[in-house]
């Protein structure tokens, strides 16, 4: 009853899915290219799993700055991947290692040209990686060694990574120089710090599209601006991490104190006593800004009290708290706290923490409020009791000015 | 409150009370025999640490379904275990599990549950036969695992509790973070199964199609343990789903008690229309009883706003003496994780006794053991309806359902054909993992996750085509003869398992709002979830949003894609729900093949249907009537599928009546008829079709994509008909006055039936449909001749009162014509 009309099956069908993965996909399809020649020249190396390629290129470097080369075998690396989510689907497809050398910077950069060979291009890799002592990475941690990892563990092929030591250069930058920068993003460090001006560079995010193309049309003209762009990230990584352990290396009058202050921040745990001097230089320094100097002050008396130096604490936060007419409320606790416990003067104590009552209502994390209230009511609470006991014991010393405190009193 | 003597004397009592009462609105009463238990000793391979473990929880034998999976599983084979609700069905996959874990300190085991709620019930349950097993480290996987557990979880943890979207999005893409699990993997759990059916089910077969590919790459080949409620094929839908064969385990040795079932049609109070008292307010009043002699009862309804309507009238007519709040709870998606586990807890431990609940309960939730299950409305299927009545049961002593019909037809059909119900089959899952929409989203996963090897099948399907087409599309490149993945996206985030929109809608109670922000607290009042589907036609503005029976009215509703998706609602105390009206069109996009049903012509193809919320209706609780209405302002939803199409030809419609009007009362029940039969043959839910009735799109070939893609012309060059829906109907019952008054006018009068797959991209069912459509007239014909109404009712061409007065033989002698 019911007949078919025309339906030749596959042809159709498959006539219909391309129609259904364009509107899935919705853009428009490419159009295939003749490929141009080739424009960048890359050697090949022979490794057990095939021919890898790669390129060597030397970039000089500043004279001021190729005195101050790194540890014997520290090589910086920087990767570009076809994406940035991660995952089993994203290929690395450019490893660019970079050794400091007599003045220049040797910048070795292997490349995936054919995902058939990503054995061989992962072997070459970890020769290269092999000699290293340290490996310097920008945010490789997160990035870089995972999807190396996932790459390596894909091809069954040994994963390197808990071979080498690692630095990553991103936790100190961020400590360093998160006060100097909007962000902490590379592009933005050379450009804050460096002064480096990258030119008509590729944005990163372009590079997957650009290897995409390559691959697709073997259009090879897209290379040395990719080769270009990972060369330049680390030119600033190189740079960034000479002037990170310059910095590290002693207050410098080059450097700008907020720059001291990441530095001491950082040292903090890792070594207390080059902290405190960092800090002391700072708070020396006419070109620091008001909130800062309270905050260095407030972190350098921890220190000092850490270390035993109650008096200098005490002095130093009495000091800042008269200076500066807001102080942290943790800064007010914790000299009320010095007040109460070490120097025992509860009049004083009780001040601070009345002021920091005050402000608490107002100043202090929503969600942290309640707790903050009832341990301030708790401190004042337990010197009001303390006051009143020493003017019990001390009838003599403090009855007539307990005379005097009236709510009246001048 | 117990009336003395206890509840199970009480029960008999009632339920022969409840019969004697109704007279004829109880259509059938069936009782069942208790069975007794069949019992297989512990096989001495159970390791003895288990077999302890498993005597401490006083398992001293196995059921012989439990015995009989774990003979199947020894052989190295999948399994497929089907027996009733709390018949021991976990242990049937927990006892290999565990045994192959105790063994291998090194073996994995993967659980995949639809809902993370049910792997939490199950890892309660796994926690507690772990408790003296050491070697076990059982952990949940999903989308509530903190970020800082996850790692630990992936090296830790040898069983994982997980669901298919997480294995889809969170797992296999990343599967070289998990090299320990599939290096490893001994058995794959999949419970639930029958909840794998549709679009659904499609897309789990093709995440397991992944699953194998990464396991083959890890050189492991798991073995399958799948569970499922009553189906009419678990055996086929499992080795569809698996893509191998699988062993049947089906004799429940089990024990249970004696089971009555009534089934309760609502009496006639207007035989000229055709109007039944309103199911819900039955439902209470039959269910009102046993609570208050304090016999443990689960309600059901069929939507959510029935379960809330439902849940504040019975919560009226029970807790009335004081001391009795929350005894009654509701339970339903959308209600916040802590007040569900809190509602389970409570019936479990007996301080709830009754609740109501949407079909969200339907499931393996352990909330103990219930008395007596009211059915308010006929769940859609045979399985559910079964899976519903076994809510109640107890393994030994009496249990009791009574299953309350609404008036839509298919309830009307089962209520008054009771042999029908009780000798038909359960419904068939039905899956198509080869929908092309379906496959090439996975393939693209697929191919993320491994390069596909040139020839490589997907399942048993060759892909070679569907590679070449991707590469074409730019999404892979072949190199070396594999098929690499180059794309910067990550394709899983771009594909979700379920129909159900991504984007859930918070309900933000700003009752206390000012008093909050005095005392200081930024904590803001979540109240329930909605999801993006339901969040137009549930959380509107000035929609009443009833929870658990306490009333909040809607401030705002913020859906805009840039927004933070939220309903601002306030408490509010009113006699009425809202309920809302929704206008709709359809639009044939393309026709894929046509052919001529008698003298009608029929076309299969793409459709696109949009709806909109226009507005509202009051509803009074007590008396459910019409009180007042509103209007509301949203944008349209849109959703495109697969559909068919019968026009009716002037020949045809000539010869049937000259007058339009009279026609369009015929066509309008024509179409209610035959998407209210359409699922007996598709084996599928009433929901699961849409219908509609419209103009016949142009002659030549498809209508212009363009027309689709300009949303405007959609929506001042139509003027779309007018759907209603209310808890009383069940489910869409077209009123089409737009569709009415442009039939009425068109120069060219042609109408068309337009049925389709309620699912964006289609499941198959309207193509099956297309090839149904003789069986499905002749049907037609048969219910209309044997429907003993007048003009018309729920059970034939729909309520006399929706359709017109000449519906029913109009569509009567349309269908004969049609038939030829």
Redesign the interface.
């Known amino acids: ?5 025309v ?1 030749p099956a596959r042809a159709s ?2 006539a ?3 129609e ?3 509107r ?2 919705r853009r428009p ?2 159009p295939r290219r003749p490929a141009p020649p080739p424009i960048l020249s890359l050697e090949t190396i022979e490794t057990r799993y095939g021919v890898a390629l790669r390129r060597v290129e030397d970039v000089p470097l500043p004279p001021p700055l190729a005195a101050a080369a790194p540890p014997a075998g520290t090589l910086f690396l920087d990767t570009e991947t ?8 994203t ?1 690395v497809f450019l490893v660019g290692l970079a050794s400091w050398d007599d003045g220049r910077l040797r910048v070795t950069q292997y490349f995936l040209g ?4 990503e054995a061989a291009f992962l072997a070459a890799v970890r020769d290269a990686v092999a000699a290293a002592r340290q490996l310097v990475t920008f945010n490789g941690r997160t990035f870089d060694f995972p999807l190396l ?2 790459r390596y ?2 091809a069954r092929a040994p994963w390197w990574g808990g071979e080498v030591a690692h630095l990553d250069l991103y936790p100190l930058a961020r400590a360093l120089w998160r006060a100097r920068a909007t962000d902490c993003r590379l592009t933005t460090l050379e450009t804050a710090l460096l002064q480096m001006d990258r030119g008509d560079d590729v944005p990163g995010a372009l590079m ?2 650009l290897y ?1 193309r390559y ?2 049309y073997q259009d090879a003209r897209a290379l040395p601006r990719i080769f270009a762009h990972n060369r330049w990230d680390l030119l600033a990584l190189a740079l960034l991490a000479a002037r990170a352990e310059a910095l590290l290396a002693g207050p410098d009058p080059h450097h700008d104190p907020l720059e001291w202050l990441g530095a001491a921040r950082w040292l903090e745990r890792r070594d207390p006593t080059r902290s405190a001097g960092f800090y002391e230089a700072a708070l020396g320094a006419d070109r620091l800004p008001d909130g800062a100097r309270t905050r260095a002050a407030w972190r350098l008396g921890r220190l000092w009290r850490r270390a035993g130096r109650l008096e200098s604490a005490v002095a130093l936060w009495t000091r800042v708290a008269r200076e500066d007419p807001t102080p942290p409320l943790g800064l007010l606790v914790d000299l009320a706290k010095l007040c109460e416990h070490h120097v025992r003067d509860y009049a004083a104590a009780l001040r601070l923490a009345l002021t920091a009552l005050g402000r608490a209502e107002n100043e202090s994390p ?2 942290l ?1 309640s707790l903050v209230l009832a341990a301030l009511h708790h401190r004042v609470r337990r010197l009001e009791r303390r006051l009143s006991a020493r003017r019990a014991s001390r009838p003599a010393a403090s009855g007539p000015s307990a005379g005097v405190e009236g709510p009246h009193a001048p | 409150m117990a009336a003395p003597g206890g509840p199970r004397a009480d029960l008999a009592e009632l339920i022969d009370r409840l019969v004697a009462d109704a007279g004829g609105a109880v259509t059938a009463t069936r009782r069942f025999a208790p069975r007794p238990p069949r019992l297989v000793s512990l096989p001495d391979t159970v390791d003895p640490r288990l077999a302890d473990a498993l005597r401490s929880r006083g398992i001293e034998a196995l059921y012989s379904h439990q015995a009989r999976a774990l003979e199947l599983l020894a052989k190295g084979g999948h399994c497929v275990v089907v027996t009733p609700t709390a018949s021991g069905k976990t242990l049937c996959y927990n006892l290999p599990v565990l045994q192959a874990l105790l063994t291998d300190p090194s073996a994995r085991a993967l659980y995949l549950f639809p809902t993370k709620a049910l792997a939490q019930d199950q890892l309660a349950e796994l926690e507690e036969l772990a408790r003296a097993l050491p070697e076990l480290r059982i952990h949940t996987y999903d989308g509530d695992t903190p970020q800082d557990a996850r790692r630990a979880v992936r090296a830790r943890a040898n069983l994982v509790l997980s669901n298919p979207d997480m294995l889809h999005a969170g797992i296999l ?5 998990w ?1 320990a699990l599939f290096q490893n993997l001994r058995y794959v759990i999949i419970d639930e199964l029958h909840t794998y059916r549709g679009v659904f089910g499609s897309h789990l077969a093709n995440v397991l199609r992944r699953l194998h590919r990464v396991c083959r790459h890890y050189g492991t080949a798991p073995q399958f343990v799948c569970a499922s409620a009553t189906i009419a094929n678990p055996q086929e839908l499992a080795e569809r789903l698996i893509g191998q064969p699988v062993g049947l385990v089906s004799e429940n040795g089990a024990p249970s008690g004696a089971k009555v079932l009534v089934f309760y049609n609502p009496p006639v109070v207007n035989a000229e229309l055709g109007i039944r008292r309103p199911y819900l307010k039955e439902a209470a009043r039959l269910a009102s009883p046993f609570l208050k002699h304090g016999i443990s009862t689960i309600t059901f309804a069929g939507s959510r706003l029935a379960q809330e309507v439902l849940l504040a009238t019975l919560k009226t007519a029970v807790e009335r003496p004081p001391g009795l709040t929350n005894v009654i709870r509701g339970y339903r998606g959308g209600y916040l994780p802590g007040r569900r586990r809190e509602i389970e807890r409570g019936l479990r431990e007996g301080e709830v006794l009754g609740v109501v609940s949407t079909n969200a309960l339907e499931l393996g939730i352990d909330i103990g053991h219930l008395d007596l299950a009211v059915l308010a409305g006929y769940p859609g299927t045979i399985a559910s309806t079964w899976q519903q009545i076994g809510r109640a049961g107890r393994r030994s002593g009496l249990s009791a359902a009574v299953l309350v019909a609404s008036s839509a037809p298919l309830d009307q059909f089962m209520v008054t054909h009771p042999d029908y119900f009780f000798g038909a089959s359960p419904e068939h899952g039905l899956i198509n993992p080869d929908n ?2 379906v496959l ?2 996975h393939l693209k996963c697929a ?5 596909f090897v040139d020839g490589e099948a997907f399942g048993e399907r060759d892909v070679g ?2 590679l070449r ?2 590469a ?4 892979l ?1 072949a ?4 098929w ?8 899983a ?1 771009h594909l979700s398992l379920r129909t159900v929109g991504s984007d859930n809608f918070v309900v933000i109670d700003t009752t206390h709002r000012e008093l909050a922000e005095r005392q ?3 904590k803001r009042q979540v109240i329930a979830e909605v999801d993006w589907k339901s969040a137009f036609s549930m959380i509107y503005p000035k929609a009443i949003y009833l929870i658990e029976g306490e009333q909040f009215e809607v401030q705002e509703l913020h859906f805009r894609e840039d927004e933070e998706k939220v309903a601002y609602v306030k408490r509010i105390q009113v006699d009425y729900f809202t309920d809302a009206i929704t206008a709709k069109g359809v639009w044939a996009l393309d026709r ?7 003298v009608g012509r ?1 076309a299969q193809g793409e459709l696109l249907v949009a709806e909109q919320v226009v507005g509202f209706k009051k509803i009074k609780f007590d008396t459910m009537e019409n009180v007042g209405s509103g209007e509301v302002e949203l944008p349209q939803q849109e959703m495109q599928t697969a559909g068919l199409w019968l026009t009716i030809p002037p020949e045809t419609l000539a010869a049937v009546s000259r007058d339009r009007d009279a026609l369009v009362d015929g066509l309008r029940g024509l179409t209610y008829l035959l998407h209210h039969l359409a699922p007996l043959f598709l084996m599928c839910d009433v929901r699961d079709l849409g219908s509609w009735l419209g103009d016949a799109p142009p002659d030549d070939g498809p209508t212009c994509r363009e027309e689709v893609v300009d949303r405007d012309s959609l929506a001042s060059g139509t003027r779309p008909g007018v759907a209603t829906r209310s808890p009383d109907a069940g489910v869409g019952v077209l009123t089409a006055q737009g569709t009415r008054a442009r039939l009425l006018t068109a120069e060219r009068f042609e109408p068309t039936v337009y049925l389709y797959d309620n699912q964006p991209g289609g499941i198959g069912l309207a193509e099956k449909l ?2 149904l ?2 069986p499905l007239l002749a049907r037609a014909r048969e219910t209309l001749a044997a429907c003993p109404c007048r003009a018309g009712c729920p059970s034939c061409v729909g309520p006399v009162n929706a359709v017109g007065r000449q519906a029913k033989p109009l569509a009567a002698a349309l269908v004969e014509r049609l038939q ?1």
Do not use: N
């Not at chain 1, 009853?1 to 009309?5: A, Q």
């Not at chain 2, 894929?592 to 008698?598: D, H, I, L, V």
């Open positions: 009853m019911i007949e078919e009309s339906h069908e498959l219909r899915l391309r259904l993965l364009r899935l996909e399809p490419v076809t994406g940035l989510s991660g995952g089993t689907g290929y054919d995902l058939a060979a990892e996932t563990l894909l997957p599209q995409f691959l697709r929503p969600e409020r | 893409p990343h599967h070289t973070k090299v092309p929409y090439v989203s191919a993320f996750e491994l390069p085509d569907y087409l991707l074409e599309e730019g999404l490149h190199a070396g003869g594999r690499h993945w180059t794309s910067e996206s990550y394709p985030d200081l607290t930024k894929f093949r046509a052919g001529g049903a008698g029929v297309f090839e459509l003789p030829g």
